[in-house]
């Protein structure tokens, strides 16, 4: 009998490490294809809710942000492009010369997941940003990703041309912050266990069963 997880993804489209620990969360999942099936959802975390409208300079953002010198920030992005690599997601860090706002792509993310397209939207999200240098907050690029993604166009538009799911989006932040989610990516699982960070595949894949009860190794 196939077991069953609920798995809530706590990250933000502009988090590197959200993509590094997708990618490996997925690793895991298939690994446990025919003995585990996982229901995951989204959910909304800005790193840089006061980011203006026409972004920052990456490099500079994180040196004012964490401390950093720019030596320092090229090599975590290498540190990072590295641990990409072992789970199959590409950055281009070079490509990454701005930081956006992103509250609108969580917005539709949020619209992605009432029609069923989330995963698709998310992933196409971190591509954009991470490996071919897109502004997510970029109106023009956020619609034809959701077209990508399997999502209409014209819906894509009226949401963004509004205010529509921000007060969701913003409940969501907030649930996640009073619940001491400070840091991204959470994986929360079954609204119980949860593993934050980038975390390996092995890792995912032996919380994974032992949440869902599974034996090791099958």
């Not at 701005?98 to 917005?107: E, K, Q, V």
């Not at 014209?154 to 989006?169: C, G, M, N, P, T």
């Not at 990516?185 to 079954?190: F, K, L, Q, R, T």
């Amino acid at each position: 009998m196939t077991a069953r997880i609920k798995i809530d993804f706590v990250s933000d489209v502009s988090c590197p490490w959200c993509a590094v620990g997708l990618a490996s969360l997925e690793r895991a999942l298939a690994r446990l294809d025919g003995e585990l099936e996982a229901e995951i959802h989204f959910q909304p975390f800005e790193l840089n809710p006061d980011m203006p409208a026409n972004g920052q300079d990456t490099v500079e953002r994180l040196s004012r942000k964490y401390g950093l010198t720019p030596e320092q920030v090229r090599r975590n992005g290498e540190a990072i492009t590295a641990r990409g690599r072992e789970v199959g997601f590409t950055f281009n860090m070079d490509k990454r010369t701005r930081t956006y706002n992103t509250f609108d792509a969580h917005r539709l993310l949020h619209w992605a997941g009432l029609e069923g397209h989330q995963l698709e939207l998310k992933h196409a999200l971190l591509k954009a940003y991470f490996t071919d240098g897109e502004n997510p907050s970029d109106h023009d690029v956020l619609a034809r990703l959701c077209v990508e993604s399997g999502l209409d166009a014209k819906r894509a538009r009226e949401i963004l041309d509004s205010d529509e799911y921000a007060a969701e989006v913003r409940e969501r932040e907030r649930f996640y912050m009073e619940q001491g989610i400070n840091s991204v990516p959470a994986v929360i699982m079954n609204d119980r266990h949860l593993i934050q960070g980038g975390q390996a595949p092995d890792t995912f894949e032996r919380a994974l069963r032992g949440v869902a009860g599974l034996q090791a190794g099958g």
